[in-house]
């Protein structure tokens, strides 16, 4: 049974930066595809970066050079580094894994999710 634990959400100032994890268990890690994913209150679940075997990654227009997604085979982790944070991206952030590793931009190709960390930034 696969299980993933977000960790290191909190509250921070507009401008500032945040690093949140997302450990994962049960299943070797270095194959899959491990994707970053926010929901607001009354919006969709929406991408925010993945990130394949290869550490080939891809992001949201809305995060581009400002965030940035790695993973650390070794421990299990994958990250999310947010750097120039806006109000706009206050959210529950989740992590999620997939096989996929050509298309990944999608919630509905992720099969096992973590249970999400709040990102609060206050303006």
């Known amino acids: 049974q696969v299980q993933l634990v977000e960790s290191g959400g909190g509250l921070v100032q507009a401008g500032g930066s945040l690093r949140v994890s997302c450990v994962a268990s049960g299943r070797t890690f270095l194959t899959y595809t491990m994707g970053w994913f926010r929901q607001a209150p009354g919006k969709e679940r929406q991408f925010v970066a993945g990130i394949n075997w290869s550490s080939r990654a891809i992001y949201a227009d809305s995060v581009k050079g400002r965030f940035t997604i790695s993973r650390d085979n070794a421990k299990n982790t994958v990250y999310l580094q947010m750097n120039g944070l806006k109000p706009e991206d206050t959210a529950v952030y989740f992590c999620?894994?997939?096989?996929?590793?050509?298309?990944?931009?999608?919630?509905?190709?992720?099969?096992?999710w973590g249970q999400g960390t709040q990102v609060t930034v206050s303006s």
């Open positions: 999620a894994q997939t096989f996929r590793d050509d298309s990944f931009d999608s919630a509905a190709l992720y099969n096992v």
